[in-house]
């Protein structure tokens, strides 16, 4: 199945979820270092190398048409891949951020639950000392009297 996001990715370069497919990501999580192998879609067990020459500054694929400077769609679904790539860590990153500032606002809530607790608990404490003491009368203040 695919997304509305992928469907987007793989018009923009002309490439098929089966060749997206086709495409491995090799290498570190940090986007720069990483790079393809890429199966041959007519040679079974045969794979392409894709990664960025520097010198260059380009992508090269080891296939046929790539060693002939010629474009080739294991370089563009490498990209879409990329893109792909990109994109779900950027949704995985704002999904867990929003959900840390759930987390943060119930532990926030629950510690605000736990004070207004202790809090009651003390006034209840501070009333049946006060009920002790004075009865029912604790908190009926005594008239105020100029005479004594
Ligand atoms: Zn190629």
Known sequence: MTTTTETTIYTRYH?????VNACHRIGSTTTRAAYYQVESSKNDGTE???E?????KALTCTCKAGQNGIGCWHKRASLAHAEEYR???RLLQEKEEAQAVV???AEIAS???A???ANRVEADKAEVKARKANGYNAYNRKPFQFLR
């Open 15 to 19: 490439v098929t979820f089966e060749q």
């Open 48 to 50: 392409y190398t894709v």
């Open 52 to 56: 960025y020459n520097r010198i260059v």
């Open 87 to 89: 994109t779900n860590r």
């Open 103 to 105: 987390e943060i606002a």
């Open 111 to 113: 510690a605000e639950v």
């Open 115 to 117: 004070e207004d607790k």
